[in-house]
């Protein structure tokens, strides 16, 4: 999901996966959880919903050498924190192991993409395509990469778990 405020609708596109499960929700530091539970809990659907409380950054101030792997997105200048060195990212552009966000190079679209280093110095800079042929002083509100995204997802299930 782009926006957290889509959440509402993708539980209620998908309650069919949430039906009679014990939900565990998370998040990076617990206010989104919170109000990810009482989605569920309005929806009605789950026999219980329970929240990591303080998030991912909070377990991994008590739990640096926990199970958590690779980088935990924050929302502000640091971009991401991590207590290990995994790298669970690929680059955008060749697929090489990466995990460091950058905005996409075109004036307007800004949308976060993994792209390594190696890719950047061969000028890859955008998210799309379409970015890369934008003029930079273009303004372009939704790209192809925003626009090719459902905003609600409907998740298929392969298998049931109990």
């Not at 190079?105 to 890369?132: A, K, P």
Request: aromatic letters at 10%; charged letters at 25%.
């Amino acid at each position: 999901l782009r926006k957290f405020s889509y959440f509402p609708e993708y539980f209620a596109a998908n309650a069919d996966m949430f039906r009679s499960k014990k939900v565990l929700t998370y998040c990076t530091g617990g206010i989104r959880c919170e109000r990810a539970s009482a989605c569920l809990l309005d929806l009605g659907v789950c026999t219980s919903v329970h929240q990591l409380h303080g998030g991912i950054h909070r377990y991994l101030e008590e739990f640096p050498n926990g199970f958590f792997r690779g980088k935990l997105f924050v929302f502000d200048d640091r971009l991401s924190i991590s207590t290990n060195r995994d790298v669970l990212g690929t680059c955008f552009s060749c697929n090489a192991a990466h995990d460091d966000y950058k905005f996409c190079s075109t004036d307007g679209c800004r949308i976060m993409v993994l792209i390594c280093d190696s890719c950047r110095l061969r000028g890859v800079t955008t998210c799309c395509s379409e970015c890369g042929q934008c003029d930079d002083r273009q303004s372009q509100p939704a790209c192809l990469c925003v626009r090719s995204r459902s905003r609600c997802p409907r998740e298929h299930v392969k298998a049931q778990l109990t």
